[in-house]
Structures are given as structure tokens and as C-alpha cells.
């Protein structure tokens, strides 16, 4: 895996083609793995961390979304829904 972002020569190319690009990679990495500035994968627990990061986050943003959506149900029929917390 190479970090498409620091590998210049493709992000730079005019020319965009995939087996442009694949050859370019090849050359690079026979001539010099380190050129490619390989990328990190997370580890499984920082994965997981991730993961339960995003399921908050959704968690929080739907109540505001439903609030938020029956607000302007209930604005077409000229009506206003009184505040609330979510």
C-alpha cells in the first residue's frame, strides 16, 4: 500500500489512468520502497475505539434530526412545535 497523497508523481501526473498509475507504483516500489511513504493501518483496539466514537456520535445526532424534521413538518402547516430537549 502506498499513501496516494505523498506519491507526487501519480497525484501530479496529467495523465490519469489506472494501469499508468499500477506501473508507476511497481517502478517505484522495485526501485525504492520508501518512496511510497506506506501507509499505517489502525490497530484492532483503535479500530474498535473508532468505531464506538462514530456509533455516538450518530446516537447523538438523531434526536436533534427527528426534532429538527418534525419542526419543519409542522412549520408547512403554519403551526410551531414548542421547544424541547431532545
Known sequence: ???????R????SSRKDDKLDAKTLARLARIDPDLLSPIR??????????MMVRARAVLVE??????????GL???FGERLPSCGT
Not at 62 to 71: E, F, G, K, V
Request: charged residues 25%; without cysteine; positive net charge.
Open 1 to 7: 500500500m502506498a499513501n496516494a497523497r505523498r506519491v
Open 9 to 12: 508523481l501519480i497525484t501530479e
Open 41 to 50: 493501518h489502525r490497530g484492532e483496539q483503535a479500530q474498535a475505539d473508532l
Open 62 to 71: 438523531t434526536p436533534t434530526a427527528l426534532i429538527n424534521a418534525a419542526r
Open 74 to 76: 409542522t412549520k408547512s
